[in-house]
């Protein structure tokens, strides 16, 4: 019998396994800061560039082949679609694993992104994570995403020793 082995955000690393492959879902944005000035222009733009940065990053870094799963209505989105409807598209899109998202923005410094990653074959979590980040910026925004890549793949290297 064959073992069955949960694929990970660092699979492909040491070279010797073959590439996972990632479906990357642009993560959802929320601002319930109560700011006086409308900032969804900005904020639209730095979720664009932080998705560009991430998917870009974790496919470098984590050695994985990116997908895009194909919805209806497009694209892809937790809010469009449900869970199972997202897991179906990114299996048949040939991804092992799911990444979605959303950043919240709480106040004029505090920012949170929940990140998750699930096994497209069994629907079980590989990465659960809460982050938090001061500050929206530019700067700011690039310092979070070097730091949400960076702990994804510190924390799936140690699962896949």
């Known amino acids: ?15 010797g396994e073959s590439r996972a492959t990632l479906a990357v ?3 959802d944005y929320v601002d319930t800061s109560g700011e006086a000035r409308d900032q969804r222009s900005e904020h639209e733009t730095r979720l664009e560039n932080f998705m560009r ?6 496919a470098t870094r984590g050695k994985l ?18 869970a ?12 092992d694993l799911l990444m979605m998202g959303t950043i919240h ?7 949170w992104a929940k990140v998750e990653a699930v096994d497209t074959r069994t629907g079980r979590p590989v990465v659960d994570k809460l982050f ?11 310092r979070a995403e070097t730091f949400i890549t960076d702990e994804i793949m510190t924390t799936q290297q140690r699962s896949a020793r």
């Open 1 to 15: 019998m064959l073992a069955m082995r949960t694929p990970t955000i660092a699979a492909g690393s040491d070279g």
């Open 25 to 27: 879902l642009d993560f």
């Open 53 to 58: 940065a991430l998917k870009s990053d974790l």
């Open 65 to 82: 082949r990116l997908v895009v799963p194909a919805c209806r209505p497009a694209p892809c989105s937790l809010a469009q679609s449900t």
């Open 84 to 95: 199972s409807e997202v897991l179906k598209a990114a299996r048949e899109a040939g991804a």
């Open 105 to 111: 923005k709480m106040s004029t410094l505090v920012q």
């Open 132 to 142: 938090t980040f001061r500050g929206d910026t530019d700067e700011a925004w690039a």
